[in-house]
């Protein structure tokens, strides 16, 4: 029997964390500042649905709009400022940026212990290392589902498909330091489908709709889908959900997954970002 993993009550469950730990801050409320450059319309209601998770869990939210004209010197500018300004204590900025502005320079301008989406190239060397740091939300929230469902991971063949700077890689060096062995595919790699079928734990974020057929899961194995497609106006993941529903044991859902908990986490990022600035770092 598949345990469908409820995204929503699971996030809920960190946000009341979360409230419960800013609560307890002697100098707070932790504060966000969400610079959102142009007028992307995903992008915009990303940064509105981030603003009113933090105001509901104590923290205090600052939007920042600038236009689409921006230049890259600008932008930089204004993350210097934030970066120098004591009560932002979190900076994100909205991916993705306007043509003409190198992202790399911009999240490499954000202090590290400010750099709540973990993309500053110190916080990354950190993941690396397996040292305490910022990591990324998204990867964090995937290990936060198969802690909660007490998936194992010692020992176990985890399978990620997808390189990207923000989910693939970070998840993969996640569950090594977790000690399972991991094997990183992509689109190109040969022979995917049994490579898939030997994973334990498939953690699929390659961006291609219902790519990983039923056929390819594994019994009894943890299937994370971070796949955010639409296909004919509806959302689906790279999973094919049907498919996989009764093979694997743990399976997430498109919508109401790994995206309601990638949230979640930025706001325990955010909590974690106040307490380094106030010297906590046993947290």
């Known amino acids: 029997m598949t345990q469908v993993v409820d995204g929503k009550k699971l996030a ?36 509105r649905n981030k603003r009113r998770a933090c105001e509901a869990t104590g923290i205090r939210s600052i939007q920042i709009d ?16 934030l970066n120098a300004d004591p009560s932002v204590h979190g900076i994100l900025v909205q991916l993705p940026l306007p043509d003409g ?54 020992g176990r063949s985890a399978v990620v498909i997808g390189r990207s700077e923000i989910v693939g890689k970070p998840t993969a060096f996640l569950l090594l330091h977790r000690h399972a062995t991991v094997t990183l595919c992509h689109s190109r790699t040969r022979d995917l489908p049994e490579r ?16 990983v057929q039923g056929s390819w899961i594994k019994p009894g ?36 997954g790994v995206g309601l908990m990638t949230v979640a986490m930025l706001l325990r990022n955010t909590v974690r970002a106040f307490e380094l600035q106030h010297g906590v770092t046993d947290a």
Not at 22 to 42: H, I, Q, R, T, Y
Not at 66 to 81: G, M, N, Y
Not at 196 to 211: C, F, N, T
């Open 196 to 211: 898939v079928r030997e994973a334990d734990i498939l953690v699929a974020a390659v961006g291609r709709a219902k790519m």
């Open 12 to 47: 809920e469950e960190v946000r009341a964390e979360v409230r419960e730990r800013v609560a307890k801050l002697e100098d707070g409320p932790p504060c966000l500042s969400a610079v959102l450059v142009g007028e992307n319309p995903a992008s915009g209601i990303y940064v």
């Open 101 to 154: 502005i190198n992202p790399y320079r911009v999240t490499g301008a954000i202090r590290p212990e400010k750099d709540i989406d973990g993309l500053h190239p110190e916080n990354v060397g950190k993941l690396v290392a397996g040292l305490p740091g910022l990591y990324p939300n998204t990867p964090l929230g995937i290990l936060h589902i198969l802690d909660r469902f007490e998936v194992p991971i010692e």
């Open 66 to 81: 600038l236009p689409e004209s921006t230049s890259e010197a600008s932008l930089v500018k204004e993350v210097e400022r």
């Open 221 to 256: 194995s943890a299937v994370i889908d971070v796949g955010m497609n639409r296909v004919d106006g509806k959302l689906c993941g790279d999973v094919d959900f049907d498919g996989a529903l009764g093979t694997a044991a743990v399976l997430t859902p498109v919508p109401g």
